[in-house]
Structure formats: C-alpha cells, structure tokens
C-alpha cells in the first residue's frame, strides 16, 4: 500500500559539448518489504570518489543491501503508522532525514530518540531500530555512505539484524 507519492528524482549531467542537462526526471517507486515499511533507492554509486563522466542509472540494478562496501546509497522509507521495524546494524555512516511525520529510533541500550521534521539522525554503525508510533505515515531520507567497520576490544562489528533478500529494492 503506498504511504505518500512515489518520490521525483531529478539527475543532471552534461552534455558532448560540457553544458548542463537533465539526465533523468521521473518518479521512483517506493515498494513495500517484508520488515514492516516501502522504500525505494534513489541513487547509488560503486566507488569513492564517484564519477560525474557517464550516465548509468542506477535504480536499473538491484540493490541486494541496505549499504554498499564501496560508495553512497540514497533510499527514501515510508513507515506505516503504528509500526515497529527491525533493529539492525549496516557497516556504514549514515544520514537519516525525516521529511514527513514523526519517528522514533530506538537503540540497543533502551535510549528512544523522538524525531520530528527536519531533524538529522547520524547514524554511525549503531544497532538500532525505527518506530513509527502515530496514526499518520513517516517519509525518511537515509544517505548511507561507506565506512570501516566499528571496532570494539578487537571484536569487528559487522551488518547484522536482516536478511539480504528482505531489503533488496529497485532494478530488475
């Protein structure tokens, strides 16, 4: 069931000649997952630093986790109301952005941190889970960018907390 509009996604780049254009402007279908919530990847990219030379779309490939090893993943997650998801972890430093509603992250050690709109939630390679506790939907804008893996006392905290296959999106 959708929860908002499927989000605009505007791409520019350049033509043989150098000026501006717009690639691709189209909306993006934000599709529902087995852990409790819709979304959709925006934009991804295989290396740091990204290259701006060539166009290759990238919604076209199926994004098979929540981060990639090697770049940057934008994805947007709509929350039905009243609904937990799952605690888990992703080997990445990410940038939680709430456009719409009101969400409730929730750490591993009990502390709930209330969002409301416009306010960032950076995550750094945290367990933690999302709760959306009202009657009306949630639209987040997560960045998810490479990172090292924490190290705690020697022990490498890697992605944990959700199968491969209940987070792929997008591509065919």
Same mark, same amino acid.
């Given at each position: ?12 780049g ?16 934000? %599709? ?11 934009? %991804? ?9 060539e ?14 090893k090697?770049g940057v ?14 605690y ?6 990410d ?6 509603? %009101?969400?409730?992250?929730?750490? &591993?050690d009990?502390? $709930? ?5 416009? &306010?960032?939630c950076?995550? $750094? ?14 639209r987040?804008?997560?960045i998810?960018?490479?990172? %090292?893996?924490v190290?705690?006392n ?15 999106s997008?591509?065919?």
């Amino acid at each position: 069931m959708k929860l908002f509009p499927d989000p605009r996604r505007i791409v520019t780049g350049h033509d043989d000649k150098g000026r501006s254009i717009v690639v691709a402007d189209s909306t993006i279908s934000c %599709e529902p997952t087995p852990i409790k919530c819709n979304f959709a990847v925006l934009y %991804e990219t295989h290396k740091f630093p990204a290259s701006n030379n060539e166009w290759v779309d990238p919604t076209t490939t199926r994004t098979a986790d929540l981060s990639n090893k090697d770049g940057v993943v934008l994805r947007v997650v709509d929350f039905p109301p009243n609904t937990a998801t799952i605690y888990h972890r992703t080997v990445s430093l990410d940038f939680g952005i709430l456009h719409e509603g %009101e969400i409730t992250c929730h750490l &591993d050690d009990g502390v $709930r941190i209330d969002m409301k709109p416009g &306010d960032v939630c950076v995550q $750094r390679g945290t367990i933690h889970g999302w709760t959306n506790y009202t009657d009306k939907p949630a639209r987040v804008y997560f960045i998810l960018t490479a990172a %090292e893996p924490v190290q705690i006392n020697g022990q490498e905290l890697g992605s944990d907390g959700f199968k491969r296959e209940e987070v792929e999106s997008g591509g065919k």
